[in-house]
């Protein structure tokens, strides 16, 4: 039962350099969601989806695009990489938000030099 | 606008009783739920409250009211293990966290 996946694990990217944080669930979830987790400090959204072909943006989602093809997969994209990237991103998802609990990924750990 | 509030951080002895507040401002409520974070690893679920009242689950119980717009986590007989921080989530569709709560148990 793998539940939310993600990778990489760990990543260093250049300043201007694009790269895909990859996400899929094996749950049939109809929510997902990106966030990203500075040190110390609480789980910032990104973007969420609540079905394939739907997205829309969290609080702090410039820098960033995503998509959501199919049930399983909702890959973060990262254009033009900046310093201020730098975090620990976790994808999520959920049934049904109203009453059932969302599964986190392990994180991607990424750094922007 | 959403807004959630909890303390940055809490020291509480092994073997104590704590309770971590978090109260809320959101233009909607589906419901709260209450995760746990060990340092370097991804949250995992403890709670979830969507009516009034106390919800109690081992060592962990969760109370929430509604129109006080106010929840908390009640941790009983602590164990070093539960050193980590304590994150409120408010599901308003969507689901979207506070900043935490770092709870250190000390001997």
């Known amino acids: 039962n793998a539940g939310v996946t993600q990778t990489p694990k760990f990543r260093i990217l250049k300043i201007g350099q694009s790269m895909t944080l990859q996400c899929t669930q094996d749950?049939?979830?109809?929510?997902m969601y990106w966030y990203r987790q500075d040190p110390g400090m609480g789980l910032k959204l990104i973007y969420y989806?609540?079905?394939?072909?739907?997205?829309d943006k969290g609080e702090v989602p410039n820098g960033y695009n995503v998509s959501r093809s199919t049930t399983e997969d909702f890959p973060l994209r990262l254009e033009l990489a900046a310093p201020s990237q730098t975090s620990v991103y976790f994808c999520?998802?959920?049934?049904?938000?109203?009453?059932?609990?969302?599964?986190f990924g392990q994180g991607t750990r990424l750094t922007v030099v | 606008g959403q807004n959630i509030d909890q303390p940055t951080e809490m020291t509480a002895t092994e073997g104590a009783i704590v309770q971590i507040n978090c109260t809320y401002q959101t233009s909607g409520f589906n419901g709260l739920f209450w995760y746990q974070q060990h340092a370097g690893e991804a949250p995992t679920f403890l709670s979830y409250n969507v009516l009034d009242g106390l919800e109690e689950k081992g060592r962990f119980s969760s109370f929430l009211s509604r129109s006080k717009g106010y929840s908390y986590l009640l941790l009983k007989e602590l164990q070093m293990k539960d050193s980590a921080s304590y994150l409120c989530a408010v599901h308003d569709t969507p689901l979207v966290f506070g900043k935490g709560t770092r709870l250190s148990v000390i001997a």
């Open positions: 989806s609540v079905g394939a072909g739907i997205t």
């Open positions: 999520a998802s959920s049934y049904d938000p109203g009453n059932t609990e969302a599964f």
């Open positions: 749950m049939n979830h109809n929510y």
